[in-house]
């Protein structure tokens, strides 16, 4: 079945010299290509920064759909399958320069905006880009193979926004510039490890699924198909190496996750037999931030601290606001 897949859906010789003019920016409209390549890069950022600083997902998403990142990319992993380096070289140099000013548009935006605006601890739209894990690999390695398909059959090319959506390029970079203006250099870091994932992750996957769709040409010489080699073997060393980084921080959040339901389970018997339930809780590292709202006297706060360390085998540092119930009734009984 797969076999009868790849020979129907295999890639037409004819629509490769398009491809290579659309992707590499080619030809007689060569730079007005590159022209709308910058606006749409350029705009793309601005919607992408003043949509993560405001957490808003709805404009994240229209930043990716506009974000034309994917195209260079894509232009990289094709000229690698056809063992261009020309082209691979000229493709890789625009990724470069495209991420180089993403970063800094991305700071120059963030710059008249007060630290105290941008919520580094709660902000969804950060949070997610500045923890990667091992599953923002595998997205991206589905969402490269799917690009691959699309871009090159024309008859298909109307899931690519789709694609763009689920592949994450503009926003972690945003993420990036922001947290560099503000000296959030974890951050920084974290949001950057994203952005390679996916870019090497698009080139090994994506470059798959290009030779596996029959991009491969027969008047390739050995000295082409030698480099082809050694540009995928980097780019699976740089996915393996990639890999390690994100296997620790899924472990840890994954540790984290555990750690937090023990302390949440603990707080939930402190406060049994009380009128208070917990609406918010959250711990980081070795402190403890929680609301709970209620009726009635609170118990000891130090019996919670000391089962928590008891527990743990550390101390834990808490912060607990309380939000008091008044309970009315109309007409009230002494009306009646």
């Known amino acids: 079945m797969l076999e009868e897949f790849i020979r129907v859906n295999k890639f037409d010789q004819a629509y490769l010299p398009i491809l290579q003019k659309k992707l590499c920016f080619e030809g007689e409209c060569a730079g007005n290509g590159i022209l709308n390549y910058g606006v749409l890069l350029t705009l793309a950022t601005i919607i992408s920064t003043y949509g993560v600083i405001a957490g808003s997902t709805a404009t994240v998403i229209g930043a990716m759909i506009i974000a034309p990142l994917m195209t260079p990319i894509m232009a990289t992993t094709l000229a690698i399958v056809l063992g261009d380096t020309h082209r691979a070289g000229k493709s890789l ?54 690009g691959a398909f699309a871009v090159s059959r024309e008859s298909v090319s109307d899931s690519l ?13 945003s993420v990036v510039g922001i947290s560099l203006s503000k000296f959030q250099w974890g951050d920084a870091s974290g949001s950057f490890l994203l952005f390679l994932t996916n870019l090497f992750a698009i080139l090994v996957s994506g470059g798959a699924v290009f030779w596996i769709s029959g991009i491969n040409p027969g008047w390739m010489d050995k000295s082409r198909s030698k480099k082809r080699k050694q540009a995928f073997t980097i780019a699976v060393i740089c996915v393996a190496l990639i890999s390690v980084p994100l296997f620790i921080s899924g472990y840890e959040t994954l540790e984290q996750a555990y750690y937090s339901k023990e302390a949440q389970d603990i ?30 006297e609170i118990p000891d706060l130090e019996y919670l601290h000391l089962a928590l360390d008891e527990h743990f085998k550390k101390p834990i540092a808490i912060e607990m606001r309380a939000i008091p119930i008044n309970i009315l009734h109309y007409p009230s009984d002494t009306g009646q």
């Open 161 to 173: 926004p789709g694609v763009a959506i689920a592949i994450s390029l503009v926003p972690p970079l």
């Open 93 to 146: 140099i625009m990724v470069t320069i495209s991420t180089v000013f993403v970063i800094l548009l991305a700071a120059l935006l963030t710059c008249s905006i007060s630290p105290l605006a941008i919520d580094f601890q709660g902000n969804p739209e950060i949070l997610s880009r500045t923890a990667p894990d091992m599953f923002a690999l595998y997205v991206a390695l589905a969402s490269g193979a799917a």
């Open 267 to 296: 707080t939930k018997n402190w406060l049994s037999g009380s009128g208070y339930e917990i609406t918010t809780f959250d711990l980081r590292k070795q402190n403890l931030t929680f609301h709970i709202i209620g009726t009635g």
